[in-house]
């Protein structure tokens, strides 16, 4: 979004509306999945669903004013909707522009990875099975008009999981290359989840452990999935 913002606008913002049309139209139930992004980089603490939104990008803004939307048509027309937001997700199939498959990708042929600024930012990571487990549970037994934050607890810096994969593909440190820094950068997000576990009695399964190394192996066994769309993706960094 940094480079290119109006697609996230077009999506994010007129594909929420188009999404709420149809749902006030045919009566149906949305859960609307957001992102962390909405709170802005946190110094401490964790954000819960009542803070208010501090987006520093064009995607995180795109995201809020998705938010807003969904909000808006709940109090106006009464839609049935929650919205969910999720720290960073994991696992088979993700795109391979993104961290950890790019990391992977790039180590199995031993070419440099490159690493924004220090590595020192930190993300909570999710594995996506976990994910994919809460959003079923909100949309069972959450309740309507609601938020709930979604999170693993696994707050790491770039920097450690970009060595912890290299160390499972039992690759040299030697790969990191550090790079400038990119706009709009935010250094840490966090999410404060005890609302969805409270009501809803969800939990993550996975360790980052267990999820990483599950990840790593579906990445080096299936590259028949991700060989041409890495050609396309690969020369960008996100």
Not at 3 to 20: R, V, W
Not at 64 to 76: G, H, K, M, P
Request: charged share 25%.
């Amino acid at each position: 979004s940094i480079d290119e913002p109006k697609p996230f606008f077009d999506s994010n913002i007129m594909g929420t509306y188009s999404i709420l049309e149809a749902i006030r139209k045919f009566d149906k139930k949305l859960i609307h999945i957001s992102t962390d992004e909405v709170f802005g980089s946190l110094k401490s603490g964790s954000a819960t669903e009542k803070d208010v939104f501090n987006p520093s990008s064009p995607y995180a803004a795109s995201k809020a004013s998705a938010e807003l939307l969904v909000n808006s048509y709940f109090v106006t027309y009464g839609i049935d909707s929650i919205i969910t937001r999720c720290t960073n997700n994991y696992g088979p199939r993700q795109f391979p522009e993104k961290l950890i498959p790019k990391v992977i990708l790039l180590a199995s042929d031993n070419n440099k990875i490159p690493i924004y600024g220090t590595g020192k930012n930190v993300r909570d990571w999710i594995y996506v099975l976990d994910h994919c487990d809460a959003i079923l549970k909100v949309c069972q037994h959450g309740k309507k008009g609601n938020s709930y934050n979604i999170a693993g607890h696994n707050e790491i810096d770039n920097i450690t999981i970009v060595r912890s994969i290299l160390e499972i593909m039992g690759k040299s440190a030697n790969l990191i290359k550090y790079v400038k820094d990119r706009p709009g950068h935010d250094f840490r997000y966090s999410l404060k989840t005890t609302k969805i576990k409270k009501e809803i009695g969800w939990k993550p399964k996975y360790t980052f452990e267990d999820g990483l190394r599950i990840t790593v192996n579906w990445y080096l066994n299936n590259s028949s999935w991700w060989q041409s769309i890495a050609k396309k993706s690969m020369g960008r960094t996100k």
